[in-house]
C-alpha cells in the first residue's frame, strides 16, 4: 500500500515539474492549440485535495442506512447475516437504545477468529462480546483526505473504516480508498498525456 502512495505522490510530481519547466503562461500555450483552459471537474481536483466525503458521494444514496449496523445485544448470527445480505465486510456496533451511541465494529475478521477458530455459537452468541470496542476503533471524518484514511487503514491492518461526524455518516473500505485514488491518478496521466501533446483544455 505504501508503494502505492509512494508511486501516486511520484507521477503526481512529474506532473508539477512538466508544468513548471514549461517556460511560457499556459494560458498562452492552450491558446496556441485554439483552446482555452477549462476548471477541472469537481471529482478531479487533486489527490492531496481529495476526501472520504468525495468518496462517500461516489457511493450514491446507499452510502448510509440501517443495514450498516448492528446493537451489541443482536446475535452474531444475525450481523452476519445483515453482512452477507448487503455484500459488506464489517457493521458499526451501536450501544442499546434510541440514541445512536458507538460502541465498535463487528468484522469478519472478529467472526473467524472468535466464533469459529473457537467453535462458538454464532447464534448464542452476542456482538457484544466479540465486536472490537469503541476505545480500539479507528474512525475517520469526512474531510480526512483519503491518503490519511489510506495510511491509517495501512498502519493498523484494518480494511473498514467508520465515517463519524460528530454521528456515523457512513463507512469506507479500502476497496473504496483504492479506486478512488486509481480514478484521480488515471484523471491526472490522462491530463499529463494532453499536456505533452499539446491537447490540454
Known amino acids: 500500500m505504501e508503494g502505492l502512495v509512494?508511486?501516486?505522490?511520484?507521477?503526481?510530481?512529474?506532473?508539477?515539474?512538466?508544468?513548471?519547466k514549461h517556460p511560457?503562461?499556459?494560458?498562452?500555450?492552450?491558446?496556441?492549440?485554439?483552446?482555452?483552459?477549462?476548471?477541472?471537474?469537481?471529482r478531479e481536483k487533486g489527490l492531496e485535495n481529495l476526501t472520504v466525503a468525495d468518496v462517500l458521494m461516489t457511493k450514491g444514496e446507499d452510502k448510509?442506512?440501517?443495514?450498516?449496523?448492528?446493537r451489541t445485544t443482536d446475535s452474531v448470527y444475525d450481523a452476519v447475516e445483515n453482512m452477507a445480505k448487503n455484500n459488506i465486510g464489517s457493521l458499526v456496533v451501536l450501544k442499546p437504545g434510541e440514541q445512536e451511541l458507538i460502541a465498535g465494529i463487528i468484522t469478519e475478521r472478529d467472526y473467524m477468529r472468535k466464533i469459529i477458530a473457537q467453535?462458538?455459537?454464532s447464534k448464542y452468541t452476542r456482538v457484544g462480546e466479540i465486536m472490537t470496542d469503541?476505545?480500539?476503533?479507528?474512525?475517520?471524518?469526512?474531510?480526512?483526505?483519503?491518503?490519511?484514511?489510506?495510511?491509517?487503514?495501512?498502519?493498523?491492518h484494518i480494511r473498514h473504516v467508520p465515517v463519524i461526524d460528530g454521528k456515523i455518516v457512513g463507512m469506507v473500505s479500502i476497496v473504496d480508498v483504492v479506486r478512488a485514488v486509481v480514478e484521480q491518478?488515471?484523471?491526472?496521466?490522462?491530463?499529463?498525456?494532453?499536456?505533452?501533446?499539446?491537447?490540454y483544455y
Open 64 to 70: 448510509i442506512g440501517s443495514w450498516l449496523w448492528c
Open 6 to 20: 509512494r508511486g501516486i505522490r511520484s507521477c503526481q510530481e512529474t506532473l508539477r515539474v512538466a508544468i513548471l
Open 134 to 156: 469503541e476505545d480500539k476503533l479507528v474512525t475517520v471524518t469526512s474531510d480526512t483526505s483519503i491518503l490519511q484514511a489510506m495510511q491509517l487503514m495501512t498502519d493498523h
Open 119 to 121: 467453535g462458538r455459537s
Open 24 to 42: 511560457r503562461d499556459r494560458r498562452e500555450i492552450f491558446s496556441r492549440f485554439g483552446r482555452v483552459t477549462s476548471s477541472l471537474p469537481v
Open 185 to 199: 491518478q488515471g484523471g491526472e496521466l490522462k491530463r499529463l498525456n494532453e499536456f505533452i501533446k499539446g491537447e
